[in-house]
């Protein structure tokens, strides 16, 4: 009877998925990518209730990388301050700003919010000085340049779950890999013919020139590379004047008249502005190669592209906030002198622990020092600062700013 009953359970979820997958034709604008257009590397027969992109989004919910989201920098390290953005906000802010305009422009929520809870999971412990610290010491142990970027796609395809990977769909991995959110871009138009070869081709080309830009195969992924953007701008000038490293009057006046000055004002305008220049897409025909495009008014682009002027000279290289990075760098170098070292020395079983959960596959794939890379890569701040003390590395303090 059990047996059954669970049979009629499935057999009336998958109508509903089949009822869902069929109305997204008639609610989604014809340029957004259906659920069932979704791609796997792999085909995997036990389908579920669950539409593919849905599914993405668990897995990457669920992951161990998502869970280290909680104590990784987002602009700001080693201050003692509750109400400062960590990474695990910033993809939250991302996914509800990029729903919000996928919402109203006809487009595909599921892989949207796959796209942004993924799109920072390969950052490395304390932000982009992290990154860049780790990339020069990867090109000295024969590895192309850190890009976190790159990181989160390897994280979510070939890390975890022991090294095999969660197997998400080319479209989740394409907005990923694609989302370059620090180049300022006033349209996106995506480039639709891609497949799991020519992916695969991007990311050894990008390995090769950290400059090339990518642009997403879906306009799903070019919302959220545009919400990225709109997420940090204003809340890390609301994190800056929390922490008094500039005050409210400093916002250039061009900027805060025709976007606001404060994180609130200036995402509504942002968001509103992208949907009615974007409003084009709920209408297009399907082979409207024209309206194939998302982006900003021409004014408001050009404000937004002052104000991230504004922010990359008053917060992100402002001399008044200077956490010792000198000594995370040479934590970092220590770090991975140590774990490289307890990788080429098979003989060291204790000192291999770290690699204890991969699969044999992954250690044959992988180079010693990409295994190190990874290690680092995916640690909080925390935890770096924890297994750096551990091996005797002199760790910075951390910074009492107001709260």
Known sequence: MATRQSGQHQDWLNAIRKELDDSEQARFSTLA???????????????????????????????????????????????????????????????????????????????????????????????????RILSEICRRHGLASFQHNIQSVQFLDRFERGGSGWNLTLQVLDGILCHDGEIHIQRLYPQRQKD????????????????????????????VRMADTIAYIGRDIEDAIELRLICRED?????????????????????????AASRHVRQAAGDDADCDFIGFSGDVGQALQRLKDFNYQHIYTNPAFKPDFVKIHRCYEQLFAHYLERIERPIDVPGRGFLRSMAASYVERHAPAAMVRDYLAGMTDAYFLRQAAAIGCEVPERICLPN
């Open 196 to 223: 799991f070869t020519g992916h695969d081709q991007e990311i050894v080309c990008k390995l090769n020139d950290p400059e090339l830009q990518l642009v997403p195969m879906t306009l799903e992924g070019c919302v």
């Open 33 to 131: 990518c259906l659920s069932r257009d979704a791609i796997r590397r792999i085909t995997e027969s036990l389908q579920g209730h669950r539409q593919p992109f849905a599914q993405d989004a668990d897995r990457i919910l669920h992951s161990k990388a998502y869970a280290r989201y909680i104590d990784k920098t987002q602009v700001f390290s080693l201050v003692d301050n509750d109400h400062i953005t960590h990474r695990v906000l910033h993809v939250q802010i991302v996914s509800r700003i990029a729903r919000t305009i996928g919402r109203f422009l006809g487009f595909n929520e599921d892989l949207i919010e796959a796209i942004a809870l993924g799109h920072d999971i390969g950052h490395p412990p304390f932000g982009h000085e992290g990154e």
């Open 251 to 275: 916002i250039p006046e061009s900027c805060a008249t025709l976007l606001g000055n404060t994180n609130g004002t200036i995402v509504y305008t942002l968001v509103a502005d992208l949907m």
